[in-house]
């Protein structure tokens, strides 16, 4: 109570704003930075959120669709001129070069299936890397953003015992915005830090929900091509 009658009596404002203003050029810079990472971090957060239940849902509408009464030819001839969604578009690429191997000789079915699975596998790479563009941004954050607030606070001590050292004065009125804006910036940096893990975590999981979902597609649908052109096979003989 007496510290805040001390401190009231100076007239001092230790809200962020103030501390800002009265930091230093390089504690200001530090500030600058956590701020403007915290929301870059946001940014992705809300768009990953949004993203990922989008891609959820059209996974589950194209899976219903896939596994309907629907022939397999059908849905394609439907969709591959304009494929929606990941699931979509990993579909229609292996499609596209089944076309492209069915049109050409029989001898050249037999490797059918092996391109159909690398390109299926290309296909779920590329959505994959889609899914954890950005999420790299929110790890390098969650784990640096501390160090980087520390820094700012080693920094403003490292002003206030230079002050205390030329006003021989260690009426906490000269110290406390010193330490303020120092311990603002460790502050900051958890501030930026912890949504990030929090979130890095939680997005993680759900991208490796969808990347599964993927890889169980692609390993279905090649089952599936892989039936077929063996009962070609076996009607040609």
Partial sequence: METELILASEGLDFSLLNLFLLAGFVVQCVMVSLILASIICWAIIFQKLLFFGRVRNQTLAFENDFWSEESVEELYDRIKSNPVGASQRIFCSAMDEWEKSHSKSGLLISGASSRIDRTMSNAVNNEINTLSRGLDFLATVGSTAPFVGLFGTVWGIMNVFSEIGIQENTNLAVIAPGIGEALAATA????????????????????????????????EFSTIVSREIEQMGQSDE
């Fill in 188 to 219: 900051l940096g958890l501030l930026a830090a912890i949504p990030a893990v929090v979130f890095y975590n939680n997005l993680s999981t759900k991208a490796n929900g969808l990347a599964a979902r993927f890889d169980d597609f692609a390993d």
